[in-house]
């Protein structure tokens, strides 16, 4: 009696001390975050990460992938060569059947020149002529994809911000102030020596674009991935390249319609 007793005890006091060294689990128990952990004890704060939207990015030249050394002849029967082309495209979103828009999650405040503080979603992306793949954000929700939309620029271009204030680390679109919507390098002139420069700002109810993309799938926890094909042709042929001047801001383009598209 006395030996079972203390075997008694002794469970008594292993429990004890194993419970003495537990320590709490502070985990994040939101079910559509990439790190979600059902064992944790209880929700911790602002630790979850969530699943990214990565654009695979194909550049053509019409039918062709993009190439420094292909000649591109305009409607005016002007030919050029496009050297290279940075532009943002903003203001992304995706419609998801029955469940409003899939959206990111980041958002950073900026400061304009007249001291308004201007408060935007990070929902943009950074193209060259170079890029391969590029990143969109996090985004928390998932369903079923039906169509994406935003826009060629960005979207307080036309707001003056303080040099310090620069909404991204690349500052090659930014002048005077505010940012243009795309840059084009490019070789023009009879023998294609002629390196030129110019800026475009898109009129306002162009730069807008909206694109189907059918039964693309967004599963909760899971990167989601997009093509993202834009045809520089369908913008470089539409140019009157005698008239243009190197360094010009043009003002007066129309976004063709065909310019960017979405698929899987």
């Known amino acids: 009696m006395i030996k079972s007793t203390g075997i008694f005890l002794m469970v008594i006091l292993l429990g004890a001390s194993l419970n003495s060294c537990y320590e709490i689990q502070d985990v994040c128990l939101d079910e ?32 062709v992938s993009y190439g420094q050394d292909t000649i591109v002849y305009t409607l005016t029967g002007d030919s050029l060569k496009l050297n290279r082309a940075i532009l943002f495209i903003d203001d992304l979103s995706f419609d998801v059947i029955g469940n409003g828009k899939l959206e990111v999650q980041e958002e950073a405040v900026y400061e304009a020149l007249d001291g308004v503080e201007l408060t935007r979603k990070e929902d943009d992306v950074f193209i060259t002529t170079t890029s391969s793949f590029t ?25 003056p911000l303080e040099a310090e204030s620069l909404l991204f680390d690349y500052d090659s679109l930014y002048l005077n102030s505010s940012y243009l919507d795309m840059k084009l390098f490019m070789k023009i002139g009879d023998s294609l020596q002629q390196d030129i420069s110019v800026g475009i700002r898109f009129n306002e109810a162009n730069i807008s674009f909206q694109d189907t993309v059918l039964s693309v799938a967004k599963f909760p926890r899971e990167n ?4 993202l094909n834009i045809n520089y042709l369908s913008l470089l042929e539409i140019l009157d390249i005698s008239t243009i001047t190197e360094g010009e801001i043009l003002n ?13």
């Open 32 to 63: 559509l975050a990439t790190n979600f952990d059902i064992a944790g004890d209880t929700a911790c704060e602002d630790c979850c990460s969530y699943p990214t939207v990565t654009f695979q990015v194909l550049h053509k030249l019409g039918d």
């Open 135 to 159: 990143t969109l954000g996090t985004i928390r929700e998932n369903g079923e994809v039906e169509s994406v939309s935003g826009h060629v620029g960005i979207a307080h271009s036309d707001i």
């Open 224 to 227: 989601f991935s997009v093509k």
């Open 252 to 264: 007066d383009i129309q976004l063709p319609f065909n310019f960017i598209n979405f698929y899987r």
